[in-house]
């Protein structure tokens, strides 16, 4: 079952996050769904589309926090879609665990900040429990997502990603569709924008009200990226 966040009364802004020892991923066993070309596919289209979307990301954590998400994002994007041309990410028969493992560790050396380290956590335990034999895609989803929340701090409301991946966790948990999926993580992304204050992240030190019609762009990249999987699967 996906982790919970364990209450607590330090802000999940003021807490460290620090990331647990990754498994030597040379030395873990393949495990989990193969690896295909729609799978490929829709790794390349969650890349595209966040390439396509850093100017408007850039904009909201411009408007809401530090102004580099949309930079973070294309960083982590460049860096998957080199790999995937390489073939040193989800070649042919390379099994589910394997795949996560190498998303893990593209976006661990490209992006930096929070999101970087946040997304790094989502796919190594991601990758662990399909390695396991825990579930398939939908099982790693759910896996991420706690992960992301025990070692975030962030819960649903904080303005957050967690506000587009706890949604988009829960549908797949209830067998939900792809597309149902990034639906739901899009509603809980666009909810976002009517949160007048910020429990997590930069967004948190804004006054109440300031951010008012604009949307967490965290939360945004995350239903971009479910979006852009469920059309290519």
Request: charged share 20%; proline share 6%; glycine share 14%.
């Amino acid at each position: 079952p996906a982790e919970r966040a364990p209450p607590s009364g330090a802000r999940p802004s003021l807490t460290p996050i620090t990331l647990p020892a990754a498994p030597a991923t040379a030395d873990a066993p393949d495990g989990g769904p193969p690896v295909d070309s729609r799978v490929r596919s829709a790794v390349r289209a969650a890349c595209a589309t966040l390439l396509a979307l850093e100017p408007s990301l850039t904009e909201w954590d411009t408007a809401t926090g530090d102004g580099d998400c949309g930079l973070t994002m294309s960083r982590g994007a460049r860096e998957v879609q080199s790999r995937l041309d390489s073939g040193t990410l989800a070649a042919d028969g390379t099994a589910a665990s394997a795949l996560f493992a190498g998303l893990a560790d593209a976006v661990g050396s490209s992006m930096g900040g929070t999101s970087g380290v946040l997304f790094e956590l989502f796919f190594r335990r991601a990758s662990t429990v399909v390695r396991e034999g825990d579930g398939g895609y939908a099982a790693a989803l759910a896996a991420g997502v706690g992960a992301v929340e025990l070692y975030g701090g962030a819960r649903v409301g904080y303005r957050t990603m967690v506000d587009a991946l706890r949604p988009a966790a829960d549908a797949a948990d209830s067998g939900k569709s792809a597309k149902d999926i990034a639906a739901a993580a899009k509603t809980g992304a666009e909810g976002t924008a009517a949160i007048q204050r910020a429990l997590a992240g930069r967004s948190n030190y804004i006054r109440e009200g300031g951010l008012d019609g604009i949307p967490d762009p965290g939360a945004k990249a995350v239903a971009a990226i479910l979006t852009a999987v469920a059309g290519a699967l």
